[in-house]
DNA sequence: ATGAAAGCGCTAACAC
DNA sequence: GTGTTAGCGCTTTCAT
């Protein structure tokens, strides 16, 4: 605790015998008044305790915060744990930092539908960080009457976007298993929904998913499958809420028990992947002689363990978002930016075993 | 970009007929008028596209504005980069999150003196993360009529903080040294000022340091292994200004190249020392048997490796910043928070060699 | 259960 | 250069 409130612009001109206009400019327009008397008026300030001009009721007069609000699907402490999530906020930290804006994480609690934070944050503009196109949050957002950038998900028809291609992601990762020769796979996949569903995924959920990233990885995952002849209603996708390495372990757990057969292991991020290769350890299945698994996202710890997957500039997405946001009240300014991935050949991904190899060793 | 401000509380009041209280309530009070009468107001704004009261024009009203500030040392990336740094912050957004309260990261450019954006957020109070106590920005927030809390340094009379005992703490690791046997040592540490110094720093500097953490260990050091009969005037302090590996492994470079006959490294942080083990590598120096090298701070980096280090909970410290902040209404609470550190014996400790040993091998 | 009045503290035209 | 006049959009006694 510190002090209350007692000197205002308006008594601080009283005592000073001014009008507040000038007191305003003392602060505002150092040029709009003879610096004696500036300096007259700081002193005065400094002497009540008069704190400068209060930054709220200033927001309210000039209609400007000085913020940008920041929505995240998960709890805001989650954020600083995903290494993703983690360069985008630092990406968009940046952006903010060279505005001079501040960064107002918003709270919210995934399960509960708590609308009412998103309506008391006093900022600028919003940017969503992934999320469900049937988030409460969202739409709170969005009925707000500032500009808003999404990242990722969902896709809203008239907001502006950050993004990649996912399909054209995925395909690479596809392809390149397809080529190695793997035809008998299985997928590891981050939540579809705001329901939790930890297992197996059918087609129809697959196709219905609320996150737009997921559903279309999925999807390029089975246009390119079943173009090399597989046929994806035979391929298992497991499901889980968490997004953990944990999370990865089991249900590479639950997919390797299911089909001990499966010659390759697709994740829809590398943390799922990580936990998946750990689990592959567990098992003694050696990858990639026994086992091909990929990620994707191309996180700093993926890079080290050699993970196959593909590279998204998760930093250039926050430095991005940021910029599109701020500039927002441009003119002819870009209204959706797709950043380039890159598909990362790491140690994780060979060519199958022969049926022979498996029975007879390598 | 969105839309503009068309509908107000007032013009949606004047469309329905009634006072602006009433709509007002619709939204803060439900109890307070006919739930007939609340169905229609909420209708009505739908309708108009009334976005629900303005969270500017309410915070002035209320003098709540929902927010936490957080200011920190370093520019706003940095933090989501340093793993001690992020610990903390997810503490203090863990504390957030359950009072409903948003956190409004203050950009802040260490170099240039920004005051104005300190001036310019609208919160209800401020967490100041180890900044130095000069800092300008710190003294900008307790300009502010608004309770603030400090996190490790510095110091403030009269301003709430939470830390660690840093002296007690290090002396722990000096105690832990001097027990094995290590008379000749060198110290790492972070840096001391505003002004950046790359190099060896003499009394005077350890002595006048404005980051209080920083001088308190050095202190610490200074005490136990002069007690112990080393004449700390010789022992060599290598100082870098930014915090990364980097720098560790540069600064042992210069601290082994000046006295190649020291048995120990003593690093102010775990990424310090993290660096310093990089270079001992790069010397062919086997870390313990060789050399000893301690870290402080316990980050999960450390353990893995299995630094002799100091464990402090950062993300505790985060947890208390935020409760001791959203309660300082309470009238009987604490003050100040100081938590518990914890030795860590990891593998980069041993007793020195010998002169022998060092002459003719283990 | 609803309304009238009184600002919260400040800035921006515009006049002097 | 300095002051006057009008609000920004909302909540909150206090009446009715």
């Known amino acids: 605790m510190h002090a209350r409130r007692p000197a205002t612009l308006a008594s601080l001109a009283a005592e000073l015998g001014v009008s507040r206009t000038t007191v305003s400019n003392a602060y505002n327009r150092p040029d709009q008044l003879s610096p004696?008397?500036?300096?007259?008026?700081?002193?005065?300030?400094?002497?009540?305790?008069?704190?400068?001009?209060?930054?709220?009721?200033?927001?309210?007069?000039?209609?400007?915060?000085?913020?940008?609000?920041?929505?995240?699907?998960?709890?805001?402490?989650?954020?600083?744990?995903?290494?993703?999530?983690?360069?985008?906020?630092?990406?968009?930290?940046?952006?903010?930092?060279?505005?001079?804006?501040?960064?107002?994480?918003?709270?919210?609690?995934?399960?509960?539908?708590?609308?009412?934070?998103?309506?008391?944050?006093?900022?600028?503009?919003?940017?969503?960080?992934?999320?469900p196109d049937d988030d409460p949050h969202l739409a709170a957002v969005l009925s707000r009457p500032v500009p808003t950038v999404v990242?990722?998900?969902?896709?809203?028809?008239?907001?502006?976007?950050?993004?990649?291609?996912?399909?054209?992601?995925?395909?690479?990762?596809?392809?390149?298993?397809?080529?190695?020769?793997?035809?008998?796979?299985?997928?590891?996949?981050?939540?579809?929904?705001?329901?939790?569903?930890?297992?197996?995924?059918?087609?129809?959920?697959?196709?219905?998913?609320?996150?737009?990233?997921?559903?279309?990885?999925?999807?390029?995952?089975?246009?390119?499958?079943?173009?090399?002849?597989?046929?994806?209603?035979?391929?298992?996708?497991?499901?889980?809420?968490?997004?953990?390495?944990?999370?990865?372990?089991?249900?590479?757990?639950?997919?390797?028990?299911?089909?001990p057969g499966v010659t390759a292991i697709i994740c829809t991020s590398d943390i799922l992947a990580l936990g998946a290769m750990t689990e592959a350890k567990r098992r003694n299945l050696r990858v990639p002689q026994d086992l091909t698994i990929t990620g994707f996202d191309g996180i700093t710890e993926a890079r080290r363990v050699g993970l196959t997957t593909v590279r998204q500039p998760v930093l250039e997405k926050g430095k991005a978002a940021g910029k599109l946001l701020l500039g927002a009240a441009e003119a002819n300014r870009q209204r959706e930016i797709t950043l380039e991935t890159e598909l990362v050949d790491g140690t994780t991904s060979a060519p199958p075993r022969t049926a022979e190899e498996r029975w007879f060793g390598p």
């Open 36 to 131: 004696e008397l500036r300096r007259r008026v700081l002193e005065t300030a400094k002497r009540l305790g008069y704190p400068g001009p209060d930054p709220v009721a200033r927001s309210l007069r000039t209609r400007k915060a000085g913020a940008v609000g920041l929505l995240l699907t998960e709890n805001l402490s989650y954020a600083f744990r995903d290494p993703a999530a983690l360069a985008f906020l630092e990406g968009l930290a940046l952006a903010c930092e060279s505005a001079g804006q501040g960064l107002h994480l918003v709270p919210v609690n995934p399960q509960r539908e708590d609308i009412a934070n998103v309506h008391r944050a006093g900022v600028d503009g919003f940017v969503v960080y992934s999320v």
């Open 151 to 259: 990242c990722d998900q969902p896709r809203v028809e008239g907001v502006d976007r950050v993004g990649i291609d996912d399909h054209a992601a995925i395909t690479k990762i596809a392809k390149r298993l397809i080529s190695l020769g793997h035809r008998r796979i299985g997928v590891l996949c981050m939540r579809l929904g705001r329901d939790r569903n930890d297992s197996f995924v059918s087609l129809d959920r697959q196709r219905s998913a609320h996150f737009h990233v997921q559903r279309t990885r999925l999807a390029g995952l089975a246009d390119t499958f079943t173009a090399a002849g597989v046929n994806w209603a035979d391929v298992r996708v497991v499901e889980r809420f968490d997004h953990s390495q944990a999370s990865g372990e089991s249900a590479a757990a639950q997919l390797l028990d299911a089909d």
